[in-house]
């Protein structure tokens, strides 16, 4: 059974940084598509930032750019997103989420995965 549990969110000064942390469990991380989507209240979701187990191509969206870092561990089956600079408009529920390669990165990223995590919040105090 595939798992992928977030952690890492919380409550944080605009300007200021977090760490999100995705661990998977029950593939391995061969060949896969793993990255962040976020939803804000009253909002759609969103492809933040994703990462091929295969190649290390990276996606990420043009809001995030220079300010978010995804990176990935396969020995621990493990995906992070570095968050710096955080702005209020990042305040959403983050959620993992990742499926076997079958396209680019960037299209895996803008359509959605099969597998999703709960989610942890992130919250960015103005």
């Known amino acids: 059974e595939v798992q992928l549990v977030e952690s890492g969110g919380g409550l944080v000064q605009a300007g200021g940084s977090l760490r999100l942390s995705c661990a998977a469990s029950?593939?391995?991380?061969?060949?896969?598509?793993i990255g962040w989507f976020r939803q804000a209240p009253g909002k759609e979701r969103e492809g933040v930032s994703c990462?091929?187990?295969?190649?290390?191509?990276?996606y990420y969206a043009d809001s995030v750019k220079g300010r978010f870092t995804i990176s990935s561990d396969n020995a621990k089956n493990t995906v992070y997103l570095q968050m710096n600079s955080l702005k209020p408009e990042d305040t959403a529920v983050y959620y993992c989420?990742?499926?076997?390669?079958?396209?680019?990165?960037?299209?895996?990223?803008?359509?959605?995965?099969?597998?999703w995590g709960k989610g942890t919040l992130v919250t960015v105090s103005s």
């Open positions: 989420a990742a499926e076997g390669l079958i396209a680019t990165i960037t299209t895996h990223c803008h359509y959605g995965m099969d597998y």
């Open positions: 029950g593939f391995t991380f061969d060949d896969y598509a």
């Open positions: 990462i091929s187990s295969s190649d290390g191509s990276t």
